[in-house]
């Protein structure tokens, strides 16, 4: 477990995004096994890590951890500090800004190779476009360049799975990140996938329009 929890801790999970938004929970970090653990604490932490990989176990995020997650594929190595946003700019005042603990709005991930980033972003292609990706009969269609992966987390016996979108757009030139998170939706595929679909949808309708403005 403990390479899994090391990157989660260099990508922020278990803390708080620093977004300029009341009430923001920092979500949940397994722990890693103490240096003087017994063997059988480490074959515990063992097991744990089967259920952490695959976002699982006590793991817990907000649907912004993982747009930050998502964004760091799409930006080649960035962990951004989200703001919102309004016609006159960041929604906050300056005075407001000084007071946070967030100073910085973006930090390179140490340790973070070109190749691991190349290969993750090949798998969210594929994810998409690929017939047998997850998110490709939902998800994919024509004409659309997007990347992404379906999810259906365990919410717990006797209640139904949340289900989980994540992804970018356009897919060789990112612009947008997309999360969509459906509490107790159920599938991720068949519930947040087509959700998905119309918000890529909408956003190539207007990345296209602004080309046009451009032009």
Not at 3 to 18: H, I, M, S
Not at 114 to 134: C, F
Request: glycine share 10%; proline share 6%.
């Amino acid at each position: 477990i403990e390479p899994q929890a090391t990157w989660a801790d260099r990508l922020e999970f278990g803390r708080r995004t620093g977004v300029d938004l009341p009430f923001e929970r920092s979500g949940t970090l397994p722990a890693s096994p103490p240096a003087n653990a017994t063997e059988t604490v480490r074959r515990r932490f063992a097991r744990e890590a089967l259920g952490f990989s695959i976002g699982q176990s006590r793991l817990t995020t907000t649907p912004l951890q993982i747009a930050r997650l998502l964004a760091v594929v799409a930006n080649r190595g960035w962990l951004v500090v989200p703001h919102v946003v309004s016609d006159e700019g960041a929604a906050r005042h300056l005075e407001d800004a000084a007071l946070t603990p967030w100073n910085s709005t973006r930090v390179r991930i140490p340790g973070l190779s070109v190749a691991t980033l190349q290969a993750i972003h090949e798998g969210l292609v594929d994810g998409v476009s690929n017939p047998a990706g997850t998110a490709h009969r939902t998800v994919h269609a024509d004409g659309l360049s997007a990347a992404g992966k379906t999810g259906t987390a365990e919410a717990g016996a006797g209640r139904a799975d949340h289900a989980w979108f994540a992804g970018y757009f356009p897919a060789e030139n990112p612009t947008y990140v997309v999360v969509v998170t459906l509490e107790h939706g159920g599938s991720g595929a068949r519930a947040a996938g087509p959700v998905a679909r119309e918000l890529f949808k909408l956003l190539q309708a207007t990345h296209q329009a602004d080309q046009m403005h451009t032009n």
